[in-house]
């Protein structure tokens, strides 16, 4: 534990980032699996509409520095091809 203040302010602020990080991240993890849930209940139109918040998600969470953006866009693509590939069908 550390005992100069401003150490101690440090440990208390990203303490709390970590909690309000893992929040926005297990969030997010949540916007993918029901669209993927959406999708294996082969509903494209609601799939579609599924995709769009897990997209909004994922650009949110790079804006926030939560995950890189090169990661989000690789996880938009393969969501958006298991979608294309479910409306081909």
Not at 2 to 14: D, E, G, L, Q, T
């Amino acid at each position: 534990m550390p005992n100069i203040k401003s150490a101690i302010k440090r440990v208390k602020i990203s303490s709390e980032r970590n909690i309000k990080n893992a929040s926005a991240r297990s969030a997010l993890r949540t916007t993918i699996k029901r669209f993927e849930e959406t999708l294996a209940s082969a509903n494209v139109d609601n799939a579609r509409v599924a995709l769009a918040k897990a997209v909004r998600a994922l650009d949110k969470a790079v804006s926030k520095g939560l995950v890189h953006k090169n990661m989000a866009a690789r996880k938009k693509s393969r969501l958006t091809q298991k979608l294309n590939k479910a409306s081909a069908q």
